[in-house]
């Protein structure tokens, strides 16, 4: 009996130290699995690959009466700040952007076959930051089809509030959680570690979409079994639970400790190291399936914008607001415009604290 209870009182103190180490990393995501087959992916690393740059899109809901989540003017707490939804997605993006242009060797090794460190070569671009007040799927938990904008050109990426540590990628689109909790350690320490730390799972989540999987984990993010089936990715310079075992590893799902992989697809304290084959294979996917979602190219060669109420993200070679129209963009609103050439044929306002945005593409 005595030695049963303090292995109770063990393990509950392990796993108040692991919530508290765990706080903003991703603890469990479920996503869809492509199995794309990239065909030369582990024959060996190659330099084809163009840097290439995605679009994305942030979306906060928050409650109908628009608390609960990050605004176009106020913080998540409805104070009215600098610090609101649109500069919680430029640090994200940011630093997502600064994990991806300076990849890390990855910490688990197997002692015969050394994993080089390559340039990752892609990066995102925002392309707009949306807004929505909606009860229904304020704790949803998914991407709702019906709030995303810019089908099959952008990536969008739904910013939850709670769930701390969890995620979830689908076709084209994903959800992060725990901006709350990061957000309110950012507050009380002055520091953005929390905040930034969510960027791993952004990058995670996109590793997803981007046809990635989990290295060592069933699709669900369950542990794979010792011993019984080895659920592995479609890479083979990620090393899979028994290669490592057998190897001298005791146990390579160490969360942040000696033997833990800091790979960008599997769970740990520090999701940021791409192996020649996963950064191939993301390459090779985008250029098979995914080349509309790229900076650069358009699917549309002409759109008009008649009306503007809420934030909205126009793509096209040209974008024109016609003879007729009258668009004034309300305060604290964004239009976005990702085009070659833009025409303003009809009325146009940018009062003093509403935004317009617009780089012609190529400059
Ligand atoms: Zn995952």
Known sequence: MKNSSSYKITFALALLFVTYTTEAQLISDEHISKNFNCIDCNLKSTTLNSHKTLRINFHFISRSDGTGNFGESTNIFGNTSSENGYWISDLLINQANNYLANNVEMTQQLSYSPIP???IKYSYKLNGVFFHKNDSFYECYFAPNSLTNNIGCAINIFIFAGRS????????????????????????????????RRANILNHEIGHILSLDHPKRSPGGLKSTIGGTQ????????????ELINDGYSDP???????????IMDYSCQLRAFTPCQINQVHSYIECCFTSYLYGNYQNSHVQINNFS?????????????????????NSKKLYIDAQELIINGEFFVPLGSTFEFTPYGL
Do not use: K
Request: charged letters at 15%; proline letters at 4%; one cysteine or more.
């Open 117 to 119: 460190v390559e340039e």
């Open 165 to 196: 540590g969890n995620g979830a990628a689908y076709y084209d689109a994903c959800w992060i959680g725990g901006i709350e909790s990061s957000y309110s350690d950012y507050i009380a320490n002055s520091n953005t570690w929390h905040l930034t």
């Open 310 to 330: 809420e934030n909205m993200a126009y793509i096209a070679e040209i974008v024109e607001i016609p003879t007729g129209a009258s668009i004034t963009i309300p």
């Open 231 to 242: 659920y592995t990715d479609n890479c083979n310079d990620t090393p899979t639970f028994m």
């Open 253 to 263: 799902y160490q969360w942040c400790n000696g033997e833990y992989s800091n790979n």
